[in-house]
T-cell receptor, first 113, second 115 residues
Framework: GENVEQHPSTLSVQEGDSAVIKCTYSDSASNYFPWYKQELGKRPQLIIDIRSNVGEKKDQRIAVTLNKTAKHFSLHITETQPEDSAVYFCAASMLSNTGKLIFGQGTTLQVKP | GAGVSQSPSNKVTEKGKDVELRCDPISGHTALYWYRQSLGQGLEFLIYFQGNSAPDKSGLPSDRFSAERTGGSVSTLTIQRTQQEDSAVYLC???FGTGVTGELFFGEGSRLTVL
């Protein structure tokens, strides 16, 4: 089955700096790669996703890149702000009626003011 | 309701007792997931229901864990003979089904503490 590895487990940056979180996946059939943000004590929420037919997707300060050949994808947050502090999870699945979403281990991002 | 509803929000039980956790997904969502999140850990996949298909139980950690989904809607996760290592937040999520859109909508979770 699918296995998703995520690095780093913790990341601390100064406000205004960029943050990058990387994930690798094992199942070459996976074609859907979302990122979820979980603030302390709250439920995970989708922040951005990418499908395998594109290599990059941006939404304001966040972007995701995908390298299908290498089976890895990354989340990039630019101009970080204290409210970006949270746990970020990457995930992978196959977009089909049988696909299930498997998550990485999570990255705790701390943005220092 | 507008979102995924889980109950109870908190459950404290004694080792060896059985517990049931309930999930009420968003109306119209055909896919339903259970995940487990231990303190400071990631989202561990437990079980996945998609429409009328047989559930994917590959993530259940032992035969003490079971889940059912009645009428394609409400789901119940049952843990028998609870152990201390079962203490965690159990998150339910639903979606339209990964064939349409992959976004999962999570509930607030049920925090289980086994003494």
């Amino acid at each position: 089955g699918e296995n998703v590895e995520q690095h780093p487990s913790t990341l601390s940056v100064q406000e205004g700096d960029s943050a990058v979180i990387k994930c690798t996946y094992s199942d070459s059939a996976s074609n859907y790669f979302p990122w979820y943000k979980q603030e302390l004590g709250k439920r995970p929420q989708l922040i951005i996703d990418i499908r395998s037919n594109v290599g990059e997707k941006k939404d304001q300060r966040i972007a995701v890149t995908l390298n299908k050949t290498a089976k890895h994808f990354s989340l990039h947050i630019t101009e970080t702000q204290p409210e970006d502090s949270a746990v970020y999870f990457c995930a992978a699945s196959m977009l089909s009626n049988t696909g299930k979403l498997i998550f990485g281990q999570g990255t705790t991002l701390q943005v220092k003011p | 309701g507008a979102g995924v509803s889980q109950s109870p929000s908190n459950k404290v039980t004694e080792k060896g007792k059985d517990v049931e956790l309930r999930c009420d997904p968003i109306s119209g969502h055909t896919a339903l997931y259970w995940y487990r999140q231990s303190l400071g850990q990631g989202l561990e996949f437990l079980i996945y229901f998609q429409g009328n298909s047989a559930p994917d139980k590959s993530g259940l950690p032992s035969d003490r864990f079971s889940a059912e989904r009645t009428g394609g809607s409400v789901s119940t996760l049952t843990i028998q003979r609870t152990q201390q290592e079962d203490s965690a937040v159990y998150l339910c999520a639903s979606s339209f089904g990964t064939g349409v859109t992959g976004e999962l909508f999570f509930g607030e979770g049920s925090r289980l503490t086994v003494l």
